[in-house]
């Protein structure tokens, strides 16, 4: 594609936004007492509270983290909500509720059982056994994309 035509997509697409907003927001908890309400393009990834706590346990090998068990046992079935600012926060709606809400919204995929993930947002694709592990700017933290979607990822991304 040419950069002019890139260009003039671009802008058009940027029209369409400021005629029909996508849905743009949704609930996070900063902390206890504070809520904050998170556009979708600040949005990194957000995974199940168990994952992100397994994926915790196993950044010391990132190779198998696609292999880890998801643990037993976890506190509570909240999401862990990572934004592109390099902030992490909670929130009590459904992955199932957030992939419906934003099926619509370009970019934002279930990469994993527990991951949806804003594709607009990744730096980095790195292969790992089983699957692949997205990066991030200002985060250290990863996401999980599974074997099965790696086509449907790398598509989006790299156009192939």
């Known amino acids: 594609m040419t950069d002019e035509i890139e260009k003039k997509l671009d802008e058009i ?3 369409l936004h400021r005629i029909r907003p996508v849905i743009t927001r949704f609930a996070v908890e900063e902390d206890e007492s504070r809520m904050r309400l998170l556009r979708v393009d600040e949005l990194a990834f957000v995974v199940s509270r168990r994952e992100d706590q397994g994926m915790a346990e196993t950044a010391a090998a990132p190779e198998t983290a696609l292999d880890a068990p998801e643990p037993k046992g976890a506190a509570d079935d909240s999401l862990v909500v990572y934004s592109t600012d ?3 926060f909670r929130s ?4 199932t ?3 419906n809400k934003y099926a ?3 970019g934002i995929l279930e990469t994993h059982r527990s991951y949806l993930v804003n594709l607009n947002a990744v730096t980095g694709i790195q292969t790992v056994p089983g699957g692949r592990l997205l990066s991030f700017a200002n985060l250290t933290r990863k996401a999980k994309v599974v074997d099965d979607n790696v086509p449907i990822v790398e598509k989006y991304l790299l156009g192939e």
């Open 92 to 95: 009590f709606t459904s992955l």
């Open 104 to 106: 619509d919204v370009p």
């Open 97 to 99: 509720a957030l992939k």
């Open 13 to 15: 697409l940027l029209t």
């Open 86 to 88: 390099g902030k992490k």
